[in-house]
């Protein structure tokens, strides 16, 4: 059946319409109104008509995010909007500031005379629009299906790359083979980076850290961060090839540590080295204290010496860490983490997040789930003989021992495990709690009254302990001091059902009267299979305005919750 549409009975007709929008007759032939129609002038879009400091301003918004793969896509887009806002965006030197190099894209022609590699191309095409903007550079020299082509390349790139080293203020090199790492690192020995100020290295992945060493040719151990060969000494005018570096990150590269040299950084990041590789207390301290007047922030996770010795005796200080604000300290052994707070002291330390690396690898490395008894696991030369798993020791230490956790005001624990294996300072402990509860949610719940500064917690993929200390309540405050108020808390579990008993729990210890106060947000993450039911769950079943003011369910992707930590 077919509908037609009238019109009113006192509209004019269509064509009747067009003459009056354009000023004509109502009997003007149609080739006169074609002609006419195409005189008129054309209306811009508004899009178009913006001006050239609004585009700017939306151009700065489009380059914020943290991710640089969106940023140089932003910069692409943005560029093809209409010729405004290409014109507006070649005149923007900090929209093409982000170059990425990749080994993916590299292919041969003029039967392998020559090698093409077309992320090359782009970035010398945005080197050339940022004209002499700070540059964002980062390469990622990983083996790919066309691996012929990858050593000759990386030469292709790093020779490119040395007409642009006045420019760069931010380098990040990804590599997965000796041999690159080895050419890439001698094409930075004694080169001068006048604006260089972070500075990320990454070799491999997080399992080296469970690797006896890196099978290294005699002669291999980078000095790239003094910028001098094996065979050189020190000078000063090694150290001023990097003036303004304040922040540098490692990851796997092996390292003579004992020949290092940068001083004045504010940042510093080690991370998963094999055992062989790993920095010894001695030499960590030398490097620390050597910046100890700028150091804010230092990450060490899969780094620490595994043997590592305790202080001689009481006459040998904690080295001082004045200004050391942010701590990440993930561990093998719960053993590392001890000896490193035995080792130093940190009185201005505010956000601190420790993580089981072990666990954490692991459980991401076995899809079955992890299974701290598998025999594979078992067998790992790095575990032994510290194959347990277990924080116990290591919270009881921070809560009976070390004084850290008072002044704590952001606290991340990642993969804690508090199996009951207690030792002499908690049985000493005579609050009354303990005899109303499990040890091992005692002790998080200690742990919680420790930290009396707390204002922001993190647990990623805790124990059962933890979340019930959450909702556990001092009712005598004279004989047991309260734990403190949280403002903000993000959980993240791949068990779903957890969260919701947590959730379920904390609901109705609101309804006391002295139950936990209303936090200020809220963050739940697990597995994405399971987040539509946390959020039926959070919808349907429970008011989540009584438990918090502001609440989010996310999808969990391994990593820490940002708005927590």
């Not at 000494?233 to 090694?238: G, L, M, R, Y």
């Not at 040299?261 to 790993?278: A, C, E, G, N, Q």
């Not at 049985?427 to 922001?456: G, I, N, T, W």
């Not at 969990?556 to 940002?562: D, E, F, I, R, T």
Request: with cysteine.
């Amino acid at each position: 059946m077919q509908t037609t549409v009238l019109a009113p009975n006192n509209a004019p007709p269509a064509a009747a319409q067009y003459t009056e929008a354009l000023g004509l007759p109502n009997n003007t032939p149609f080739n006169v109104i074609n002609r006419a129609s195409k005189l008129q002038p054309v209306r811009k879009s508004p899009i178009n008509t913006l001006p050239d400091e609004i585009i700017l301003h939306i151009f700065k918004l489009g380059v914020s995010c943290r991710d640089s793969q969106q940023r140089i896509d932003f910069a692409v887009s943005a560029s093809q909007v209409c010729r405004t806002w290409r014109d507006v965006a070649f005149s923007c030197s900090s929209l093409w500031a982000d170059i990425t190099i990749t080994t993916d894209n590299m292919y041969n022609i003029d039967e392998g005379r020559a090698i093409v590699n077309t992320s090359l191309r782009r970035a010398k095409e945005f080197a050339s629009r940022s004209r002499v903007f700070p540059l964002s550079v980062r390469l990622k020299l990983l083996v790919t299906p066309n691996f012929v082509y990858l050593q000759t390349g990386t030469v292709i790139i790093m020779d490119w790359l040395r007409l642009v080293f006045p420019r760069i203020k931010y380098l990040s090199i990804h590599c997965d083979t000796l041999l690159i790492a080895r050419l890439v690192t001698n094409r930075l020995q004694k080169v001068p980076m006048e604006n260089l100020e972070t500075y990320k290295m990454k070799f491999g992945t997080e399992v080296l850290s469970f690797y006896h060493s890196i099978i290294l040719p005699p002669h291999v151990r980078f000095l790239f961060l003094a910028g001098q060969n094996e065979e050189q000494t020190q000078t000063a005018e090694n150290l001023d090839l990097l003036p303004k570096l304040t922040r540098v990150s490692l990851s796997g590269f092996p390292v003579s540590w004992s020949r290092w040299s940068l001083t004045r950084l504010t940042s510093l990041s080690i991370k998963f080295m094999t055992l062989h590789d790993r920095p010894s207390m001695d030499v960590l301290k030398y490097i620390l204290a050597s910046n100890g007047e700028t150091l804010e922030m230092l990450e060490i996770q899969g780094a620490i010496q595994r043997f590592g010795r305790l202080p001689c005796n009481a006459d040998e200080l904690p080295t001082n860490l004045p200004r050391l604000t942010d701590l990440t300290l993930g561990y093998l052994s719960q053993w590392e983490a001890i000896i490193f707070f035995l080792h130093f002291e940190a009185p201005a330390l505010k956000h601190l997040k420790l993580c089981d690396v072990s666990r954490s690898i692991l459980t991401q490395h076995f899809k079955d789930g992890f299974d701290s008894n598998s025999l594979i696991i078992q067998n790992m030369p790095a575990l032994q003989p510290f194959n347990e798993f277990s924080s116990t020791i290591l919270l009881e230490h921070l809560v009976y021992v070390c004084s850290l956790l008072e002044q704590v005001e952001t606290l991340a624990l990642e993969n804690f495990s508090l199996p009951p294996l207690v030792s002499d300072l908690f049985r000493q402990d005579d609050d009354p709690l303990k005899k109303l509860h499990e040890a091992p949610v005692f002790l998080a719940y200690r742990m919680l009254q420790k930290c009396s500064r707390l204002q922001r917690l993190a647990l990623i993929d805790p124990e059962q302990c933890f979340l019930d200390a959450l909702n556990m309540y001092s009712n005598d405050p004279e004989t047991s001091s309260p734990a403190p108020v949280l403002t903000h808390l993000c959980l993240a579990s791949s068990d779903c059902e957890r969260l919701k008993l947590f959730l379920e729990r904390r609901a109705e210890n609101l309804a006391k009267e002295n139950g936990p106060r209303i936090l200020d947000y809220l963050e739940l993450a697990t597995a994405k299979k399971d987040l539509h039911v946390l959020e039926d769950i959070v919808s349907q079943h429970i008011d989540m305005s009584c438990i918090a003011k502001s609440s989010l369910a996310v999808g969990w992707h391994g990593s820490c919750p940002s708005k927590c930590t």
